[in-house]
């Protein structure tokens, strides 16, 4: 009797590996680049949390191109990303080694997959604090510069701006046709909502505390964004465009009425 060939789909999906070398013989050095390569392409296209380490060091290391870093403090944030990024692939691999070992439930094999990701979320935190230390001190006068222009706000200011980002995205949903004024459509409500809260934020901290927070709000605001894409409610257009509209329409407003 033959036996079926898996579908197309799973096909797809299996890694491409090159042949490794025969018995007792020593790959090539352009093998060995080569493996690592497929490795590293791997582990992207089958880890999400690597994809946003990866867009997290793209956007860092912008910042610190626009920002004009010095050669040190450029030094420690790619030494942070790359420490991130290995911690990373490390634990993908220590996972993917105890799945092929065991095929029920060990403590142990638990326990070893609970200290990769420890180390993973250590590598986070300290390259999150590095990045603060960095940014804070090179974007504090640039920020200060563009923010000082508009005189201190008003309450009044920023729940203004809030409420006219609510019924714009009420009235963007009614144009459109698609969603309910909480649930899915475009744009997404929530991150309208919380990208406004960012920026109405950011205007009104004093300078002392502006930089820290502004990025804890940004923070926020993107993890309201993510919950939005992983529930399933909105696309990530929709939160991009929701994120846009509110960041937008609440600098307009502070800028006009201040």
Avoid: C
């Avoid at 992207?44 to 010095?70: E, P």
């Avoid at 934020?201 to 964004?225: E, K, N, P, Q």
């Amino acid at each position: 009797m033959s036996v079926s060939s898996p579908p197309r789909r799973e096909r797809d999906r299996r890694p491409r590996l090159r042949p490794l070398p025969g018995p007792g013989r020593a790959p090539r050095l352009v093998d060995s680049f080569n493996y690592a390569a497929e490795g590293v392409i791997h582990v992207l296209r089958t880890q999400r949390n690597l994809r946003i380490h990866f867009l997290i060091a793209i956007a860092v290391v912008a910042a610190a191109v626009a920002l004009g870093v010095q050669r040190l403090e450029l030094i420690a944030l790619l030494l942070a990303i790359a420490f991130v990024l290995v911690a990373e692939m490390v634990n993908t691999a220590i996972e993917g080694a105890i799945d092929v070992s065991t095929t029920s439930f060990d403590p142990n094999a638990k326990l070893a997959k609970d200290v990769a990701a420890g180390a993973v979320l250590i590598a986070a935190i300290t390259a999150i604090a590095i990045g603060y230390l960095v940014f804070a001190h090179a974007a504090a006068h640039r920020t200060a510069r563009v923010l000082d222009r508009v005189r201190e706000a008003p309450a009044e200011i920023t729940l203004s701006a809030l409420i006219l980002v609510v019924l714009i995205v009420i009235a963007t949903k009614a144009f459109t046709g698609r969603g309910t004024p909480l649930r899915g459509g475009l744009p997404s409500g929530h991150a309208a909502v919380a990208f406004a809260g960012w920026m109405a934020a950011t205007y009104v901290i004093g300078d002392d505390h502006r930089f820290l927070i502004s990025t804890l709000t940004f923070i926020m605001a993107l993890l309201v964004a993510q919950t939005r894409v992983e529930s399933g409610v909105h696309s990530t257009l929709e939160v991009v465009y929701g994120g846009v509209v509110g960041a937008l329409v609440t600098l307009v407003v502070f800028q006009v009425l201040s």
